[in-house]
């Protein structure tokens, strides 16, 4: 690693190379790829409160900063960039207070004795908002801005008060201050001319006076004929305002009456606290000679930085990695163009008004399918940027990321986003949604899976999916051109029928093969280990490099196992609030309802009469205990007895499904009184209720407080578990 070194520094020491005796300031630059400015009110107002609160007589450590250095030019600004910039800005509201002040020592005659001490302080600042002239004979270098103080002395001396200001006035007026900044390089740069523009715009609106003799007037405000401010710039407003009004509340609250003292006196304590903070706060400066160790720094440093969005981190990787490894002979203001256009399309499109939810899944199905990880977890957002450093490293002088790489990777970004809103994806109610998809007779196969693999969390499963159905859209359009990729999920919504009008059937019937065996394994398999496993295979096989989409069948070995696992947990399965599979258990009574049993051979049709379960009982699907856990003790010996009642009452040999008002209506009702409840909610011609008849009057014994009134005996509920499981095996193969 080539470290320079590292150092506990202040702000106005944070340009010069360490261990260079010559102490030349240089201007640090932001580089393209880096986020714009971020910081909120909030973290400006939590490092001057935290900095005034730290133990007095003692610097305060804010973190660190990474540099990469180089050789006459601006030192790359790689890590500390919202810390370094909040710093700058202080300095620079200190510069026009104390620009402000020597203005008014030589109006008030009274305070004719500061001027010196407030102009040296001013130039001071000065040299670290702007780059001064090393040419000592330029009027705009520090020492010909010293010149110009001792020309003011001279005018002073000989009474001449009009002549000093209008010599001030001439370097160090509003317009002059304002061309400077405009004309000069600042010591803060951006690699992203669109970020200086917006930083000197709002340098360029700050007035910091003293023309009301009673309090210092502060203003950000823009001209009229001016665009008003950007949500960058804005941020940058914030920022100066928080700390104007921070460090003046700091003043008043050192200030024993402030209200009966003048404009002036309070600038003067203003600046001497503002000044105490610029000078307190020290970062640990670490420089380095290579950009690659700056970034290794950088991600160390990172790793736990909850300040430091993980979505910044990602977009980073992909902005360096262009400005880095496209064509060497495309210009810097193309690069600009690019990553300006990039940058609107990640914030105003991609992510604009996601939750976190959205966000985590979008980057998690677009970095999967972009680097073809098989290793990456939904909620890990490091394994994103290492999945993503592999991805890069394919990259080099001979195999260029060029504009068009990094606009189609983020089109991949966008088509999630359109997933997302397309499937309608939400956080909240997530089984009831897969469920609903299910009974729905209206929704594709490849719908179905997509929810069924959401509300089971298996993220790493439906990244097998979306990494199909995303080759599959690329087959079509290379560059993932968004309204084409739009029109392929919107159609891969829809059942294929005769007049369905699908213009891409092929692909359709392509990715609903997929779906389903896709959905046969997540249902089958007792947890998510060999779903994930197959959808690795598909992973493997469908990602930005593979050379063509092919549809992964499930093996003999993985259907066996299946079947094993399948058996095995239905077996075991009871109904608690944290049962594994209970989704499942209510997805397969779903399409179970959906089909016909033919009664003489026991086997299951696809059903030709329409559900009689209206979606508004749908949407309160729930699964009901035909013999209820809690009994009536009034009337008890209606009810199963057994010592083993509560394994049976909760196995799957007891569970009917039911809308939520026939449950709630049925509530602890005897099995022989249950049947009306299932008859009103639309199951009374159904097999499922026929043949839990048939079983109840095979396996029922007479209540002993009546003849008439019957309960089931334990061979209900093993004969009926077992229709049950040879009726699911039936819907999943």
């Known amino acids: 690693m080539d470290l320079k070194g590292a150092e506990i520094r202040k702000f106005k020491e944070m340009g010069r190379i360490i261990n260079d005796n010559s102490n030349k300031q240089y201007p640090l630059k932001v580089p393209h790829y880096q986020r714009p400015y971020k910081w909120a009110p909030e973290n400006v107002e939590k490092l001057i409160t935290d900095w005034f609160n730290h133990e007095e007589n003692s ?16 030192h790359d600004l790689i890590d500390g960039q919202q810390r370094f910039t909040t710093l700058f800005l202080a300095n620079f509201v200190s510069l026009m207070t104390l620009r402000s002040l020597v203005l008014s020592t030589l109006k008030y005659q009274g305070y004719a004795m500061r001027f010196i001490t407030l102009y040296d302080e001013m130039l001071g600042s000065l040299q670290h908002v702007i780059l001064l002239d090393s040419d000592d004979s330029s009027p705009t270098s520090l020492s010909g801005l010293s010149k110009i103080k001792n020309i003011i002395i001279d005018e002073l001396s000989n009474g001449n008060l009009d002549a000093a200001i209008e010599t001030f006035n001439k370097y160090f007026s509003m317009t002059e201050i304002r061309s400077l900044l405009c004309n000069r390089t600042l010591n803060l740069q951006y690699d992203r001319s669109s970020f200086n523009t917006s930083l000197i715009k709002v340098m360029c609106a700050l007035d910091i006076n003293l023309e009301n003799e009673k309090d210092i007037n502060f203003s950000t405000d823009l001209d009229e004929d001016q665009i008003p401010y950007s949500t960058n710039e804005q941020t940058y407003v914030n920022s ?3 700390i104007f009004e921070s460090i003046k509340n700091k003043t008043n609250s ?32 670490v420089q380095t000679g290579n950009p690659d160790d700056a970034y290794t720094l950088f991600e160390v440093l990172n790793d736990r930085a909850l300040a430091l969005e993980d979505l910044d981190l990602i977009k980073n990787e992909f902005y360096k990695n262009y400005v880095l490894k496209s064509d060497s002979k495309v210009g810097e203001e193309e690069k600009d163009r690019v990553l300006q256009e990039l940058d609107d399309k990640w914030v105003n499109e991609i992510f604009n008004k996601t939750q976190d939810y959205e966000k985590k899944l979008i980057t998690f199905l677009a970095v999967g399918y972009i680097t073809g990880s098989e290793s990456i977890k939904h909620d890990n957002s490091k394994g994103f940027r290492d999945a993503l450093k592999n991805y890069f490293n394919m990259y080099d002088s001979n195999n260029r990321y060029d504009q068009y790489k990094i606009a189609k990777d983020f089109n991949v970004f966008l088509t999630c986003k359109k997933l997302m809103e397309i499937f309608s994806l939400k956080y909240q109610k997530k089984d009831l949604v897969a469920l609903q998809a299910e009974y729905s007779t209206e929704t594709s196969e490849i719908y179905k899976t997509v929810h069924l693999l959401y509300a089971k969390d298996q993220f790493g499963v439906l990244l097998g999916l979306t990494n199909f159905i995303f080759r599959n859209i690329e087959s079509i359009s290379p560059d993932f051109e968004i309204s084409k990729a739009k029109n392929v999920l919107e159609e891969l919504l829809k059942i294929n029928h005769p007049g369905s009008g699908l213009k891409y059937i092929d692909l359709h019937n392509t990715c609903t093969t997929q779906s389903k065996s896709l959905w046969k394994v ?17 992973i493997n096989q469908h990602f930005l490099s593979s050379s063509k989409v092919s549809i992964c069948s499930i093996s003999v070995e993985l259907n066996s196992q299946l079947n094993n696992e399948f058996e095995s947990w239905l077996r075991s399965w009871r109904y608690t609030s944290s049962s594994k599979n209970t989704l499942s258990i209510r997805i397969l009574f779903a399409r179970l309802i959906k089909m016909s049993l ?22 309160e699907m729930q699964l009901d205990h035909i013999e209820p ?6 009337a008890e010996n209606k009810y199963f007895k057994h010592i083993d009642r509560e394994r049976f009452v909760n196995e799957l040999g007891n569970m009917m499904p039911l809308p939520g008002a026939q449950n709630r209506d049925k509530s602890n009702q005897p099995v022989m009184e249950s049947f009306k409840f299932f008859e009103k909610a639309g199951l009374e011609n159904h097999f499922i209720l026929t043949q839990t008849r048939k079983l109840f009057e095979e396996n029922k014994v007479p209540s002993t407080d009546s003849l008439d009134f019957y309960i089931p005996t334990e061979g209900f509920f093993e004969e009926r578990k077992e229709f049950l499981i040879d009726m699911f095996k039936q819907v999943v193969s």
């Open 254 to 285: 050192e200030i024993k009456s402030p209200s009966h003292i003048k404009s002036i006196q309070m600038a003067i304590s203003f600046k001497d606290i503002i000044s105490e903070f610029i000078d307190d706060v020290k970062v640990c400066i």
């Open 598 to 619: 033919n009664r003489s051979t026991m086997k299951l049709t696809t059903s030709t009469i329409a559900n009689t379960i209206s979606q508004a009982d749908v949407a």
């Open 59 to 74: 610097d305060y450590f804010c973190g660190s900063i990474v540099t990469v250095i180089h050789t006459d030019q601006p």
């Open 629 to 634: 856990i809690k009994v009536n003790f009034l």
């Open 240 to 242: 100066i305002r928080t």
């Open 522 to 538: 997540a249902i089958m398999a007792k947890d998510y280990k060999a779903p994930r496993s197959f959808a690795i295979s598909l």
